[in-house]
């Protein structure tokens, strides 16, 4: 870690010059990791893989092919705002944010069709919103 003469350290500078604070890189790539699986989860259901059991005992209960259309877009849509954010961009964490949160909410409804895949998932938009929240903002 090298401190420059304005008295900001590159391992927390989060600007537009191409550095990411630690946090910062760990939302980005649980996103792509989130992302990716959630782009492998839409296309299985898709494929209309055997891998989910669909139980009829739940309050809300979807088409398994339309879920699984929902889970590639946004998992395509996640991982790229995963890999713009090791920019260092103010957007691409808001945007993070947001999509954590859609992502979240498209885990939940997933619940019935594999639940332990869906609470992981869960668990890790949890963790980007965290980490995107927690990391230090950039000053001038």
């Known amino acids: 870690m090298t401190t420059h003469a ?3 350290s ?3 500078r989060d600007s537009g010059n191409g550095l990411v604070s630690g946090w910062t890189a760990f939302a980005a790539i649980l ?3 989130g992302g990716l699986m959630a782009i492998f989860q839409g296309i299985s259901a898709i494929a209309k ?3 989910f059991v669909v139980t009829r005992e739940y309050a809300f209960q ?3 092919t339309g879920w699984g259309w929902i889970h590639l877009i946004l998992g395509i849509v996640i991982m790229l705002a995963g890999f713009a954010l090791f920019k260092g961009a103010m957007w691409a964490r808001v945007v993070g944010v947001v999509l954590a949160g859609l992502g979240m909410i498209a885990n939940f409804m ?3 069709y594999y639940p332990l895949w869906a609470l992981v998932l ?3 938009d ?3 919103i965290w980490a995107l929240c927690a990391a230090p903002r950039h000053t001038t």
């Open 6 to 8: 304005g008295g900001t």
């Open 49 to 51: 893989d055997n891998v």
């Open 126 to 128: 949890v963790f980007v």
């Open 122 to 124: 869960l668990a890790l």
């Open 110 to 112: 997933w619940l019935p």
């Open 10 to 12: 590159t391992a927390t």
């Open 31 to 33: 996103m792509v990791f």
């Open 62 to 64: 979807f088409n398994l």
